[in-house]
């Protein structure tokens, strides 16, 4: 048998015909031990299970304060969250359907919107006493980023060049406390706060600012740490626990995913990513965020009005899809996340369409009880002098025994396809069996697989069973005629 290529992430080419991988709800793991069976796999991305239910709307954001206690905000209403998932309404700010930024001093919440901003002061011991204030003070004049710094909350003024700070551990805003990244003519669309450090961005240029412990005011420029890439969505703009990630923009373009590297940017996209994400009508209403989950960093960046969501794994430095699975048309969309925290010992994300919190588990093979389908779209193999090949047999490497002891995926099924025009159209199909419970010997065999001379070859999986796809395999015959 012949191993043919197959793990690996996404990278859908402008030509199909040169390069049509997918994997959707599946991503790569390296091997650890360097004495595997193969250098790298593909597992099933996390499920959601249900954590809270709350209502208002979509979920615009959300943060924990506390070991027992987080603040969720769903349409207009601001919720206190246990950790059991329970919410109380504490509070109510402007409807509105973008998403909302906030920092926490340990004391109270900082709450933007861009045009409104917010004290929330939570309470551990009685989360229903919790209160909601407007910020009334004509100092603030709206604000899209908020972060928190050396007991400053620090946050950007729409519409200029300006960042203003609040006092040390507290709400007020003195009009005189502001500063300007005014290294280019650009607007400041976002900032965060990244190993003390206020990384400021605008459209053009990004600059990061320092506590130099200064008595007027107590932020300066780093010397040097000027970047000449903007940004291009404010909501991308966000950190690992070691890197800063945003969409870039300049006056020569737009539409690379780079992370920094000291105080320079590195592109991280590829130029399939690229091709991608400039289909979109609008990139600029883009929402990222990171989160780590079993040694794996990932930033995963959904495009709203492109309806997709991408994924980058700092691990393997490779991008992989996340999709929701539509029950009414089977289509693919956009992941449910749209803000996360870690919280309760879970990773807690957001329903962007409905008040719903998910655990993202990988231990969960659904969407809250839709399908999670897991697609792998493998490189094209092709016989390097154009001639036939018969494929008599093709093998899935892949864990087997996966079935569950009733329902659906007791007699758990592989969906195999395959094309013979560059990856174009998918028109042939077998079903092969992953084994029932226990069947721990059953091979993921596809018998009579035709001839082609260049031949795709594509695994989706919609059982609710574990996912681990390690490799694959043919017996091939040559043909000339």
């Not at 979509?58 to 943060?63: F, K, S, Y």
Request: one cysteine or more.
């Amino acid at each position: 048998m012949q191993p043919l290529p197959f793990i690996g992430g996404t990278y859908l080419s402008r030509s199909r015909n040169f390069d049509c991988q997918r994997a959707v709800n599946l991503f790569p793991e390296a091997s650890g031990s360097g004495q595997s069976k193969a250098i790298a796999m593909l597992l099933g991305t996390p499920g959601l299970v249900l954590f809270g239910a709350l209502a208002g709307g979509g979920v615009r954001g959300c943060i924990r304060f506390s070991a027992v206690q987080s603040i969720v905000v769903v349409g207009a209403n601001v919720y206190s969250v246990n950790s059991a998932g329970i919410g109380t309404l504490i509070g109510t700010i402007m409807l509105r359907t973008t998403p909302v930024s906030m920092a926490s001093n340990g004391i109270t919440i900082m709450l933007v919107t861009g045009p409104e901003g917010y004290v929330i002061t939570p309470n551990d011991a009685a989360p229903a006493t919790g209160t909601v204030a407007q910020i009334t003070n004509p100092a603030f004049t709206g604000s899209d980023k908020v972060d928190y710094i050396d007991e400053y909350f620090v946050f950007n003024k729409t519409g200029t060049q300006e960042f203003q700070i609040t006092g040390l551990l507290s709400n007020s805003i003195d009009p005189l406390d502001f500063a300007s990244a005014e290294g280019a003519p650009d607007l400041l669309i976002s900032l965060l706060v990244n190993q003390r450090e206020i990384w400021l961005a605008g459209t053009n240029s990004v600059e990061v600012f320092f506590d130099s412990g200064n008595a007027d005011f107590p932020f300066e420029r780093i010397q040097g740490a000027f970047i000449e890439q903007g940004c291009a969505a404010k909501f991308s703009l966000v950190k690992s626990s070691t890197n800063v990630y945003w969409l870039s923009a300049d006056d020569r373009g737009q539409g690379m995913a780079v992370r920094a590297v000291g105080y320079q940017p590195q592109r991280i996209s590829t130029h399939a990513e690229e091709f991608a994400w400039a289909q979109y009508s609008r990139i600029d209403d883009a929402i990222a965020y990171t989160y780590q989950q079993e040694g794996h960093s990932f930033y995963v960046v959904t495009f709203p009005t492109g309806n997709a969501t991408w994924v980058y794994d700092e691990s393997t430095q490779l991008w992989h899809e996340r999709a929701w699975r539509n029950p009414a048309d089977a289509s693919l969309n956009r992941h449910r996340s749209n803000c996360q925290m870690a919280f309760a010992g879970k990773i807690i994300v957001g329903d962007w369409e409905n008040g719903n919190l998910y655990a993202l588990s990988l231990d969960a093979y659904d969407d809250n009880g839709a399908i999670l389908p897991a697609i792998r779209q493998a490189p094209h193999f092709a016989s390097g002098d154009n001639t036939w090949m018969i494929f008599d047999r093709w093998w899935l490497d892949m864990e087997t025994g996966i079935g569950l002891v009733t329902g659906q995926g007791s007699d758990p099924q592989v969906m195999i396809e395959w094309s013979d025009d560059g990856g174009h159209t998918f028109p042939n199909q077998q079903w092969v069996s992953a084994g029932k419970v226990g069947e721990y010997r059953r091979r993921a065999v596809l018998r009579r697989g035709g001839k082609s001379r260049d031949r795709v070859w594509r695994a989706t999986i919609t059982d609710p069973v574990k996912r681990v796809l390690i490799g694959a395999g043919a017996n091939i015959r040559q043909c000339r005629a």
